[in-house]
Every structure is written in structure tokens, then in C-alpha cells.
């Protein structure tokens, strides 16, 4: 079973910074890709930004130009920085690894932006 722990959420005023990271139990080499979603109160959960083992990003056109997905194989750490925080980024924002049937999630961790 792989763990995924995500870790550096908080509570931030709008216009700031945070950066998120997810610590894997294993090799994040052995996933095809890794991501991060989030979800809000009555909302569904939203892809935010993933990364693939050939380092190609993908952005949910809400944060592009300001959150950046980035990882670090040798930590087997992925991390999304989130610069120009707005209220609307509040969520609960979850990692996620992909394997060729399935995948897995961690915890989740809260971001909270006010205003």
C-alpha cells in the first residue's frame, strides 16, 4: 500500500503564498504521473495541477500563471507552490498518484485564504 502525506496548508490572506508538499512511501518514479486536487465545501473535487514522470505539467486554467507543480525524485516529493492566493483557492487540497489502474490519495490537507 502506498502512502501519500501531504503536508504545509494553512491559513493565508489573500495575495499570499504557501507551498504544498506530498511525501510518497515509495519511488515516485514507479507512478505515471502525480497531481493535485482540491475540493471545496459542496463541490465536486477538481483537478489543480499534475506532473508527469516526463515532467509535462497540466494547470486547471484557475491557477495557471499562479501555482506551479514541481517534483523532486530523489525525495520522492512533489510539491505545488501557490503564489497570489484568492479566497476562492480555500479548499481541501489532496495529492494523488496514478499507476497504470487506479491510483491512490492522501489525506488531504486545508488551505484557507482570506479575504
Known amino acids: 500500500q502506498v502512502q501519500l502525506v501531504e503536508s504545509g496548508g494553512g491559513q493565508v490572506q489573500a495575495g499570499g503564498s504557501l507551498r504544498l508538499s506530498c511525501a510518497a512511501s515509495?519511488?515516485?518514479?514507479?507512478?505515471?504521473?502525480m497531481g493535485w486536487y482540491r475540493q471545496a465545501p459542496g463541490n465536486q473535487r477538481e483537478l489543480v495541477a499534475s506532473i508527469t514522470n516526463g515532467d509535462s505539467t497540466n494547470y486547471a486554467d484557475s491557477v495557471k500563471g499562479r501555482f506551479t507543480i514541481s517534483r523532486d525524485n530523489a525525495k520522492n516529493t512533489v510539491y505545488l507552490q501557490m503564489n497570489s492566493l484568492k479566497p476562492e483557492d480555500t479548499a481541501v487540497y489532496y495529492c494523488?498518484?496514478?499507476?497504470?489502474?487506479?491510483?491512490?490519495w492522501g489525506q488531504g490537507t486545508q488551505v484557507t485564504v482570506s479575504s
Open positions: 494523488s498518484a496514478r499507476i497504470n489502474i487506479g491510483g491512490f
Open positions: 515509495r519511488s515516485i518514479l514507479s507512478f505515471l504521473s
